[in-house]
């Protein structure tokens, strides 16, 4: 089992940054991609970024790229996502995911989840 543990949301004016974590306990941090995900109501979760074990691969949706940066410590078991020039359209419920190996932008290929955290963009 991962425990995936988010932090970092708030309130923010459109243009501005905050920098999500997630920190993970249970397993080997180290054997796991891990990705970012977010949900607005009404909304079907959709992929924002993804890392590979090692940090040395990421990939992004188009609407953050060049925005948002992943990044992960595992000597801290922790991944972080910086989203910097936020925009109203960011407002969502932003969730860490945990898989093995390999990275994937398929939220069903994930199977461990944290519990989310809030991030709303005011205009």
């Known amino acids: 089992q991962v425990q995936l543990v988010e932090s970092g949301g708030g309130l923010v004016q459109a243009g501005g940054s905050l920098r999500l974590s997630c920190a993970a306990s249970?397993?080997?941090?180290?054997?796991?991609?891990m990705g970012w995900f977010r949900q607005a109501p009404g909304e079907e979760r959709e992929f924002v970024a993804t890392?590979?074990?090692?940090?040395?691969?990421?990939d992004y949706a188009d609407s953050v790229k060049g925005r948002f940066t992943i990044s992960r410590d595992n000597a801290k078991n922790t991944v972080y996502l910086q989203m910097n020039s936020l925009k109203p359209e960011d407002t969502a419920a932003y969730y860490c995911?945990?898989?093995?190996?390999?990275?994937?932008?398929?939220?069903?290929?994930?199977?461990?989840w944290g519990q989310g955290t809030q991030v709303t963009v005011s205009s």
């Open positions: 995911a945990a898989r093995l190996r390999l990275k994937s932008r398929v939220p069903s290929e994930y199977g461990y």
């Open positions: 249970g397993r080997t941090f180290s054997n796991y991609a």
């Open positions: 890392i590979n074990w090692s940090g040395t691969s990421t």
